[in-house]
């Protein structure tokens, strides 16, 4: 009897052990060899050769200081998700970009021509591609310290619009960001996924999936509070009526530019500055990128473009002052 009760134990221990086992290695597979497809898109993509050493602030910085607002772990979407059908509504009319939802979302490429008022937007990009070449090491950083750090000590006003996938990976900068009372926070998509066909090449969001993208955007960035708007940028600048169709739920106003700078994959600072100070007028929209290593020389650019908006007598502003202007 005894024998046979320490021959089901013996059974079951290994029954057991070799479960664990596969548990682990499925766990290993899946978490140690995913496969990223690399994009080759003119805007969101890709790496530009390294120039100078880089550090990136993402996820591995914010365990000491808290990680993302509301005590949520980095990387997580510090909100309810939405069910199929169910779009979250603005928090209040009165943040900047607010439409009726249900309307076609207005296009805006600058605003009024009087005044001094420019805005200087950045975008932060991220995308599958971009975070496996970080993972892979062949990227640094896709957050540039250098130019956040420059307008904040020159008090410069500046809006930011974010991918959901930057936000994630990089939780305490955005906490920056959005703690500074001169930046805008808007919604540049959850993935930089495009939403027309022929967009530099960057992979098509399915048009079902349109609408939740961009408001599981909003819901991602509004924890973290500051000056939240309803501006949302297209990846490229690229749409069609049936990309604005989709976004009329959400109620929101859609920002191209007027002005922009070409820094994705500039390998010199002077081309940035010409392109912008030989079209910058006032009410301009300047298109500019946050993602140091598919942008490496904005933050070389920017003192220069600074300047030389102020030898114009042209004044940066926050997008919504800009288009309020006049």
Known sequence: MLAKIFRVSLVAVTAAALVGALVLVLTVVRNGTTSVREDTAAVGNGTAPATRPRTDPGPATTAATG??????????????PTRSGDISRPMGTDRPGTTRPGTRPPVVAHGPRTGNLVALTFDADMTDAMLGNLRAGRARSYANLR???????????????????????????????????????????????????????LPRLPAARMTEDVDRTFRLIEPYGGRQTRYFRFPGLCHDPAALAALAPLGLTVVDGDVVSGDPFATAWRPIVRAVLSKVRPGSIVVLHVTEENAAMTDEALPHILAGLRDRGLRPAPLSEVLADG
């Not at 990680?67 to 309810?80: A, E, H, K, M």
């Not at 959901?164 to 930089?192: I, Q």
């Open 67 to 80: 990680g993302t607002p509301g005590g949520q772990r980095p990387g997580t979407v510090p909100s309810t």
């Open 147 to 201: 130019v956040v750090d420059l307008l904040e000590r020159e008090r410069v006003p500046a809006t930011f619009f974010l991918t959901g996938k930057w936000v994630e990976r990089y939780p305490e900068l955005t906490r920056r960001l959005a703690g500074n009372p001169r930046f805008e926070l808007a919604n540049h998509t959850y993935g930089h996924l495009a939403f027309t066909r022929d967009c530099y090449g």
